[in-house]
């Protein structure tokens, strides 16, 4: 089982910023593929970026031009830097990781417990 630890969520300002990371607790080969989902109360949760195994990157468009996310596999973390944070990226933040655990075995797709995350002046 692919265990992951979330940390780096918060209580910031509009216009503030946050650094949330990912980080896969368990002995794993590889991260295939990574990303960063999010729930708002009374919505559903949505894709905020996303990470591939060939590196290719998708982001919300509510998201494009103020969050990173970044993947390091050396480290085991995936890494979602939020900046110009605003009132609507509010939410319940989610990681997402595909990871190969042993070489030679299917990748397996686990999800982290949530952490909070709450822009309010």
């Known amino acids: 089982q692919v265990q992951l630890v979330e940390s780096g969520g918060g209580l910031v300002q509009p216009g503030g910023s946050l650094r949330l990371s990912c980080e896969v607790s368990?002995?794993?080969?590889?991260?295939?593929?990574g990303g960063w989902y999010r729930q708002a109360p009374g919505k559903e949760r949505e894709m905020v970026a996303r990470?591939?195994?060939?590196?290719?990157?998708n982001y919300a468009d509510s998201v494009k031009g103020r969050f990173t996310i970044s993947r390091d596999n050396a480290k085991k973390t995936v890494d979602l830097q939020m900046n110009n944070l605003k009132s609507e990226d509010t939410a319940v933040y989610y990681c997402?990781?595909?990871?190969?655990?042993?070489?030679?075995?299917?990748?397996?797709?686990?999800w982290g417990q949530g952490t909070q995350v709450t822009v309010s002046s």
């Open positions: 990470i591939g195994v060939d590196g290719s990157i």
């Open positions: 368990s002995n794993i080969f590889r991260i295939n593929a």
């Open positions: 997402n990781v595909v990871a190969v655990v042993r070489f030679g075995t299917f990748p397996r797709d686990s």
